[in-house]
C-alpha cells in the first residue's frame, strides 16, 4: 500500500474510532435515557399554589397566546389560580395587550412592564431580575415565551424535583421538526447539546459537569436568592448553563432531561433561521478561544468528514469509513426515534456536521469583526459581566 493510500485510511480510521469512543463512553451520551414526560393522570391533584411561572418575552405576541393556553390546562392551585409573572422586555408588538387578551381564567396573569437594559445584563436575565422581585412562592417556574406544557407537565416537574432532590430541574423542550431544514438540523442541535453536556454527569452531585435547558426551569426560590438572583451570572448569553453552574457551585443539585412535554412552538423555515439561532452563541460556547475552534474544527473533520472521504479510498479505508458510518448513524437514531423524525435522516449526519462547522465558523467570524451575537435586536459585547462565557 503506497502512502496516500495508507493515509487515506488512517484518516478514515481515526473518523471511525472517534465514533466507537463515543458508543462506548461510560455514560452513553447519545441514548435518550433522561427524559420526563406529563403526569396526565395527576392534573386534577396538582398542588400548584407553590409555584409562580415567570416568563420574560420581548416580541412575543405571536406566541405568547399558545403558552398561555397551555398554562391554563395545567390545573389550578388548591386555593388559587396558577401564578404567572409576565416580564414584558420593551416589546414594541404589543405582546402584554396579546397576553392580556389570550390569558385564561385558570391563570392569575401579573404583567411587569419591563425597565430599559441595564448596563452589563443580557436582555433575557434582565428582565428574569425584575419579575423575580414579584414572586412569593417557594418554587418559580423560568419558562421561555415561546415554550407551550402539555397538561400534567408541571406536575411532573414537581414530582422528578422530590424524587431526584434537585434544587433546579429543567427540560429540553421538543423543537418543532416538521418542515426540511427543521428535520435536518434541529434533532442534531439536540443530540449535540447532550454531547456536549452528557446528562448523565450533569444529574450526578458533582460539579464535573451543569447544565440546563432555559426554555422550562423549575428553580426553589431560596436558591435563586442564595446564588444572588440573576446578578451572579447577568451577562450570559448561554444563561442555562450559566445558571445550572451558579447553582451547582453554591452545592444543590440539579436534573435535566428531554421532554415531549415541553414543546416549542417557534419555527425555524428556512437554513437561515436555524443558522442565526446557533451561531449567536456558538462562539461564545467555545470561551471565543482560537484554539478550542481549531480542536472543534479537526473533531468534527474527524467524525463527519473522515468516514466520508474514506469511501473514495482503498479497500482497508472503504472498511473503516463504513463502520464509522454506521456507528455515527446508530448513535443518532434514539435522538431520531424520540423525536419522531425519519429515520432516513441520520444518513445526512455528514452534511448536518458540515452545517454546524460552518455556524460556528461564522460565529468566530463575527466576533473577531466586532459584530459579536446579535439577539432580537440587541447587540452584546463578550464577557462584559460574570457568566458570560456560559
Known amino acids: 500500500m503506497d502512502t496516500i493510500s495508507t493515509l487515506w485510511s488512517g484518516f478514515a480510521a481515526a473518523g471511525a474510532f472517534l465514533w466507537f469512543c463515543i458508543l462506548i463512553l461510560p455514560w452513553q451520551p447519545w441514548r435518550v435515557r433522561e427524559r420526563l414526560e406529563p403526569a396526565t393522570g395527576e392534573i386534577a391533584a396538582a398542588g400548584l399554589d407553590g409555584v409562580t411561572v415567570l416568563i420574560p418575552a420581548r416580541n412575543e405576541a405571536a406566541v405568547i397566546g399558545e403558552t398561555l393556553a397551555a398554562l391554563g390546562e395545567q390545573?389550578?392551585?388548591?386555593?388559587?389560580?396558577?401564578?404567572?409573572?409576565?416580564?414584558?422586555?420593551?416589546s414594541d408588538d404589543e405582546t402584554a395587550e396579546a397576553a392580556r387578551q389570550a390569558a385564561p381564567e385558570a391563570l392569575a396573569l401579573d404583567i411587569c412592564e419591563g425597565e430599559a437594559l441595564a448596563e452589563g445584563w443580557s436582555g433575557k436575565l434582565w428582565a428574569l431580575e425584575q419579575g423575580r422581585g414579584r414572586i412569593e412562592t417557594p418554587l418559580v417556574l423560568l419558562l421561555d415565551a415561546d415554550i407551550a406544557l402539555r397538561p400534567g407537565m408541571v406536575r411532573a416537574l414537581l414530582r422528578r424535583r422530590e424524587e431526584t432532590g434537585a434544587a433546579l430541574v429543567s427540560v429540553m423542550a421538543a423543537l418543532r421538526m416538521t418542515g426540511g431544514w427543521e428535520k435536518l438540523l434541529l434533532p442534531a442541535f439536540i443530540f449535540f447539546f447532550r454531547l456536549l453536556y452528557p446528562f448523565h454527569l450533569a444529574n450526578r452531585p458533582g460539579r464535573l459537569v451543569a447544565a440546563a435547558a432555559g426554555g422550562c426551569v423549575l428553580v426553589e426560590t431560596r436558591v435563586l436568592d442564595a446564588i444572588g438572583g440573576f446578578a451572579a451570572i447577568r451577562g450570559a448569553l448561554i444563561d442555562d448553563c450559566a445558571l445550572a453552574r451558579a447553582v451547582k457551585d453554591a452545592g444543590y443539585r440539579t436534573w435535566i432531561g428531554v421532554s415531549r412535554g415541553a414543546v416549542s412552538h417557534r419555527a425555524y423555515p428556512g437554513l437561515g433561521d436555524v443558522w442565526h439561532m446557533v451561531a449567536r452563541t456558538a462562539y461564545t460556547q467555545l470561551r471565543y478561544s482560537p484554539a478550542l475552534l481549531l480542536l472543534c474544527t479537526a473533531l468534527m473533520a474527524l467524525a463527519f468528514w473522515a468516514p466520508l472521504a474514506g469511501l473514495a479510498g482503498p479497500l482497508p479505508a472503504k472498511a473503516a469509513a463504513g463502520a464509522g458510518l454506521a456507528v455515527m448513524a446508530g448513535c443518532?437514531?434514539?435522538?431520531?426515534?424520540?423525536?419522531?423524525?425519519?429515520?432516513?435522516?441520520?444518513?445526512?449526519?455528514?452534511?448536518?456536521?458540515?452545517l454546524y462547522l460552518a455556524m460556528t465558523w461564522h460565529s468566530a467570524l463575527r466576533d473577531w469583526g466586532g459584530r459579536r451575537s446579535e439577539w432580537k435586536g440587541r447587540v452584546y459585547a463578550r464577557n462584559r459581566a460574570p457568566g458570560g462565557a456560559g
Open 75 to 90: 390545573g389550578q392551585g388548591r386555593d388559587q389560580r396558577l401564578r404567572v409573572v409576565l416580564v414584558d422586555d420593551r
Open 332 to 354: 443518532y437514531l434514539p435522538t431520531l426515534r424520540y423525536y419522531r423524525v425519519a429515520p432516513g435522516w441520520a444518513l445526512a449526519m455528514p452534511l448536518v456536521g458540515t
